[in-house]
């Protein structure tokens, strides 16, 4: 009898085995502990991510906001900046042509 | 040629990161290298009792660190096997009395003498993790077939990365018969999740516990399932990194045998 359910088990619920639970949530808590980021790094990126989107548009850098917003689905970088006006000249880089 | 240095660490405390360290020593001694291993569970020894040498303390790795005694003062012989030497932990120091150039400084010593510097590393990634990577050359990643086992594990093995190891893999007390039934991850699951390298498997085993009991090395129980584990682990550091690793299976009862045999008649036919 108690191989009998086994077997059954076995067919009936694949899906259900525990450890595919376990699988399942150790993969979802990996990813998600690897986008905690240390506030200083979120800091970095603000200061970068101005200094090239100035090279294309004049914004309001007090006004800018860079967070990190989390769902249970998914994260996604959230930066939300006004702008003033648009540089017309060509940005200047290295490699550019005058 | 200089030895290597390499530390045994899990992030998650009590999956056998002790037992790990001195079996895989007294594995490499017996298969005729020159090992020492060293506690660093400063505070919390325990490496000691587990390889049987505690009544032979003198001096720990806090004395040889600080100068208050040579380097050879402080290890201890073992001797029923040959060419393998503990430095044991202080019990009554705090973690931070040793710093990381301290271990540098030492392991540098010891890998002019010894083939393998096995490091004890303590549960966590504070500074007795700190201390023990510094100085590491390769690292073991011993881990439980759990998932806040392997959750820790995998921020250990990130921190190795930032320090250029790649470690590998344990995967320590597996119960065959829980894998079995789908109740327990397998290690292939394991390995799938962390994606590192695996270099053995440890079985759930009541020669662990008698072995701890007794503190007698358990590569040196015959018939210890788990003794024959780390003999292979050792060979595989040592020289035989191809050598397989094999799927646990757990004691099968007459009818399952009864069955298996019928289902491989199934599949002839
Ligand atoms: N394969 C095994 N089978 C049975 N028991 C085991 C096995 N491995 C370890 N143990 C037992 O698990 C317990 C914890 O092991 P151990 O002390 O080696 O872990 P640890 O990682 O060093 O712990 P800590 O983080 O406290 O230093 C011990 O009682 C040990 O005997
Ligand atoms: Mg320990």
Redesign the pocket.
Known sequence: MMMFNALLKKLMNRGDESKNVAKKRLKFALVYDKLEIKEDMLEDLQRDLIEVISRYFEIDRQQMSLDIERSEESSALIMNTPILAARHKKPQRNNARA | MEGKVVVVT?GK????????TASLGAALALQGKRVAVVDM?IG?R?LDV?MGLENRIVFNVVDVVQGRCKLKQAMIKDRRINNLYLIPASQSDEKNVIQPENMKWLCNRLKKEFDFTLL?C??GIEQGFKNSIEAADEAIV?CMPEISSVRDADRVIGLLYSRSITPKLVV??IIPKMVERGDMLSHKDVVEVLSIDLIGL?????S??VS?NTGLPIVMQKESK?GKAFMQIAMRMNGHPDLPVEDPMAPKSFWKKLGGKISRKNKVH
């Open positions: 899990s405390g009590g999956v056998g990161k002790t037992t790990v569970d919390l325990n587990i004890d303590p549960a011993v320590n007390r440890v079985e759930m085993d009541e662990v516990v701890s788990a």
